[in-house]
């Protein structure tokens, strides 16, 4: 099986920062593309950042410039730099994998648990 397992979030106040990890483990032969995403309250979830394992970035426009997706060296974790933080941004985060399992001929979703991050003063 596999899992995603987030850290980082957190109560932060306005134009502070967080910085949220998600890790991938279990029967993982290869992962194409890790992202986040967000459900605010009451709302749809939406994508917030994307990166491929080549390294190729994809942003909300409403965070660009404030956000950083990154990926670790052993590629199968994922990080988001949250800087200049507003309310508006309180969500649950939540980290996604399109990745292929050992044996498995095709991509599939996987999803973490999510972790509440909270802009507020």
């Known amino acids: 099986q596999v899992q995603l397992v987030e850290s980082g979030g957190g109560l932060v106040q306005p134009g502070g920062s967080l910085r949220l990890s998600c890790a991938a483990s279990?029967?993982?032969?290869?992962?194409?593309?890790m992202g986040w995403y967000r459900q605010p309250p009451g709302k749809q979830r939406e994508l917030v950042a994307a990166?491929?394992?080549?390294?190729?970035?994809n942003y909300a426009d409403s965070v660009k410039g404030r956000f950083t997706i990154s990926r670790g060296n052993a590629k199968n974790t994922v990080y988001l730099q949250m800087n200049s933080l507003k309310p508006e941004d309180t969500a649950v985060y939540y980290c996604?994998?399109?990745?292929?399992?050992?044996?498995?001929?095709?991509?599939?979703?996987?999803w973490g648990q999510g972790t509440q991050v909270t802009v507020s003063s």
């Open positions: 996604n994998a399109d990745l292929r399992r050992v044996g498995v001929g095709a991509e599939e979703d996987y």
């Open positions: 279990g029967s993982i032969f290869r992962i194409k593309t």
């Open positions: 990166i491929t394992s080549g390294g190729n970035t």
